[in-house]
């Protein structure tokens, strides 16, 4: 899992003892837009209300870290450390499974999804100077997508949607009862056919 610095868990005991919010319990470390070219792994203080049922929880010394249990395959390998420096110092946080994680069949299915988006989705899209991502997968199991580059405001994408990203989602994840697109295509100016 993650591993935090004795100069990291030093630093992060000082500063929750520091803190005066009495609902605060530690650190929760998690990843937002785990599994994209976007993700973005963090570090916050965790309140009673903020802990996930499936939280998994570590002690250090001193304070209590909770990693929110979707993030955990983003965090294989993840370290924290701090580097004290004439100002102070800086928390580092290295992960380097955030942005591809490994994926397996018991994955959840957004992270299967994003994965299929960004190893086979988009690389064929680069192409064109084109690029999607998921918004979000409704209750039904409905991706909602956004098409961004050289898609948004293509000529074509409608094709592309049904004929290509569409196509290939359903035939590999099966569970996945279909694929709707919410880009605003309006705006043609980098569509590759307009």
């Given at each position: ?6 100069d ?6 000082d ?8 609902d605060?319990i ?169």
């Amino acid at each position: 899992m993650v591993e935090i610095s004795d100069d990291a868990q030093e630093y992060l005991h000082d500063l929750l003892s520091k803190q005066q919010d009495e609902d605060v319990i530690g650190i929760r470390i998690f990843v937002n837009d785990p599994g994209t070219p976007q993700a973005e792994t963090c570090i916050s203080y965790c309140r009673r209300e903020d802990r996930g049922e499936e939280d998994e929880q570590r002690d250090y010394k001193g304070f209590s870290a909770w990693f929110e249990q979707r993030s955990v395959p983003f965090l294989e390998e993840a370290s924290v450390d701090f580097l004290s420096d004439r100002m102070g110092g800086q928390l580092t946080i290295r992960a380097p499974h955030s942005k591809l994680p490994r994926i397996s069949d018991t994955s959840p299915l957004p992270d299967r999804i994003n994965y299929l988006l960004q190893t086979e989705i988009n690389p064929n899209l680069a192409q064109h100077g084109g690029v999607v991502s998921l918004v979000e997968l409704t209750d039904e199991k409905v991706a909602v997508l956004r098409f961004g580059g050289g898609c948004q405001g293509c000529g074509m994408v409608d094709v592309t949607l049904k004929d290509g990203v569409e196509k290939l989602m359903l035939e590999k994840l099966p569970e996945l009862a279909g694929v709707s697109d919410v880009t605003d295509h309006t705006d043609r100016s980098q569509a590759y056919y307009s």
